[in-house]
């Protein structure tokens, strides 16, 4: 058996703007002062998966940024983003043909605190997966989580159910019943696999694989993918999918705010903020590394300080970066997007 | 009769740190891009003063700036900051010594959109100094500051009592009244009008005069002046102090949101800021040259961006500047102050 890694490292990460660009996403920031998300991804799986099988899908905005961050790993671009359905089932293909006979798919923004646990989990993942089955990690949750699609497992580490991201009420149900797992984005299976169950599933991409096959340029056919996800596409329909449990310290780093669970305590006022004054002030999450940053009775707040942008906003309303962004971008004002 | 002008740049600002430094205090500072208040101090008297007895008195840490923004005046460094009673006397006599026989005292820092009516009434006071009375030029009140001295006229443009900094419902009764003015550090006097009120009130500052008559180097007799305002020194004291009224769009821009009220609309969000994004916020005053600012979920801060400092404090707090400035230097932090 050949093992082969494809790392998905398309995604923008607007979670992280004004550090994160679409020419510098959140996979290449070193957010923690221990090296970017990509590159410490690369750097868990590489007792596990030789250089040679290493393969990152990335896209052109951001290509360059990745490059530099790959290592030896060989960088793809893909056309344009399509979800991580194109870009899995191309990946997988790609891997193939650089030797692999199974993958594992793993996101490259994502932290892991305990690397050796989440590989204990892949080389358990990589053994089911030999059997037929598709595979995806469940992360043993922690918390109510909305944010996330859930998974229910049944017998023999079968999947009975993904519940997507839920309400509060049931993710609260959830996390009491101590069954369900988070779904991270991480998979593992057969080539082989995959491919047959794109055949059944989304014969459109399976199409696509083929016309790859016969010599068909990327570019002439990738728009005849189906634009969705791994889950939506395939695994929801599959009828052998199986999850392994995961607890590996993990996060998917989603805000500003998720950085202080990941931040190395000694790095925080260091390395994320030169120097910090606080005068009645609490509860603020900073991001500065080149300037003295002073609050004055504020509490509550993320304050970025980027080259060319300041970023003052309420903790609970990180998540409407998205909106700062489409006003700029609504503006003309693409420089800071 | 020769006018001379007594312009006090020795001050600190520090209510408009980060953007003032010990090295660049307020008086320096272009608040609203139209030149800064010391530039445009000089301007305003310039009708009234010839250069040759235009006088500006600053200290060590500061000079060079001061100079720079100084034009065609001279400027004199008084070796230590004691408060404005030494710098004025001290100012008056050198102002004399330059061919002044009754000089104008202004503050170096302040706003005033109508040149024209300050100086109207700088040639009242002028004439009532001729009489032989100190004259201190009383602001129109707008709001019942408690920040302020207020003062009490009596017949004949008498000063009956000054009131010092009064709590709010003093405040409010002397707004209501339509009596008080406020005191805003601008004085008239003959120069032999002063020199005797010293001789009465502060023998000591009176005699380190005479010891300046008589060759003595300034920074051999700089310690023994009377470490004190005018006000306190001397006007509380005199029998033959007078009070000229004025209402010409004063500010003493004494913190970050005093700004607002100075700004001309134009440059509010162009000069004062690059760009500036808001989504779900409001009340809040930017001043960042060089970056777009994206305010989310905010309301009510003050967010000052310097290349080596950021601020963000609440708008109401932005008097306590001084304690980040104790607690900057407790640290050993003095570049950033």
């Known amino acids: 058996m050949t093992l082969g890694a494809v790392i998905l490292a398309g995604g923008r990460g607007t979670r992280f703007w004004p550090l994160s660009r679409r020419a510098r996403p959140k996979q290449v920031l070193d957010l923690t002062g221990e090296g970017t998300l990509l590159a410490r991804t690369l750097a868990r799986i590489a007792p596990m998966v030789a250089d040679a099988q290493q393969l990152v899908v990335t896209g052109p905005d951001m290509v360059e940024a990745v490059r530099a961050e790959a290592g030896n790993a060989r960088v793809v671009v893909e056309p344009s983003g399509r979800n991580t359905l194109p870009a899995i089932a191309w990946g997988a293909w790609e891997a193939g043909r650089m030797g692999a006979d199974t993958v594992i798919v793993l996101p490259s923004d994502h932290h892991v605190a305990n690397p050796e646990a989440l590989r204990a989990a892949l080389r358990e993942a990589v053994a089911v997966a030999a059997g037929g089955a598709l595979v995806t990690l469940g992360i043993m949750p922690t918390r109510a989580e909305t944010g996330f699609g859930w998974i229910e497992p049944g017998e023999g580490g079968k999947v009975r159910r993904f519940v997507e991201?839920?309400?509060?009420?049931?993710?609260?149900?959830?996390?009491?019943?101590?069954?369900?797992?988070?779904?991270?984005?991480?998979?593992?299976?057969?080539?082989?696999?995959?491919?047959?169950?794109?055949?059944?599933?989304?014969?459109?991409?399976?199409?696509?694989?083929?016309?790859?096959?016969?010599?068909?340029?990327?570019?002439?056919?990738?728009?005849?993918?189906?634009?969705?996800?791994?889950?939506?596409?395939?695994?929801e329909h599959h009828d052998d999918v199986r999850v392994v449990a995961l607890d590996c310290g993990w996060?998917?780093?989603?805000?500003?705010?998720?950085?202080?669970?990941?931040?190395?305590?000694?790095?925080?006022?260091?390395?994320?903020?030169?120097?910090?004054?606080?005068?009645?002030?609490?509860?603020?999450?900073?991001?500065?590394?080149?300037?003295?940053?002073?609050?004055?009775?504020v509490h509550d707040l993320v304050v970025v300080d980027t080259p060319d942008v300041v970023l003052v906003a309420r903790r609970e309303d990180a998540q409407r970066l998205r909106e700062v962004l489409a006003t700029l971008d609504a503006r003309g004002l693409t420089r800071y997007t």
Chains 1, 2 share one sequence.
């Not at 634009?227 to 939506?232: G, R, V, W």
């Not at 903020?273 to 003295?292: F, H, P």
């Open 165 to 235: 991201k839920p309400p509060q009420a049931v993710a609260d149900a959830l996390l009491a019943g101590g069954v369900h797992l988070w779904n991270a984005g991480m998979f593992v299976f057969r080539v082989e696999t995959l491919r047959a169950a794109l055949e059944k599933h989304c014969p459109r991409t399976a199409a696509v694989l083929a016309r790859l096959d016969a010599g068909a340029p990327l570019a002439d056919v990738w728009g005849q993918t189906d634009a969705t996800s791994l889950d939506y596409g395939v695994l």
């Open 251 to 297: 996060s998917d780093v989603g805000s500003w705010p998720a950085l202080e669970e990941v931040l190395p305590t000694a790095s925080w006022g260091a390395g994320v903020c030169k120097e910090i004054v606080e005068v009645d002030a609490s509860g603020n999450l900073v991001y500065a590394a080149e300037k003295l940053v002073a609050l004055v009775g």
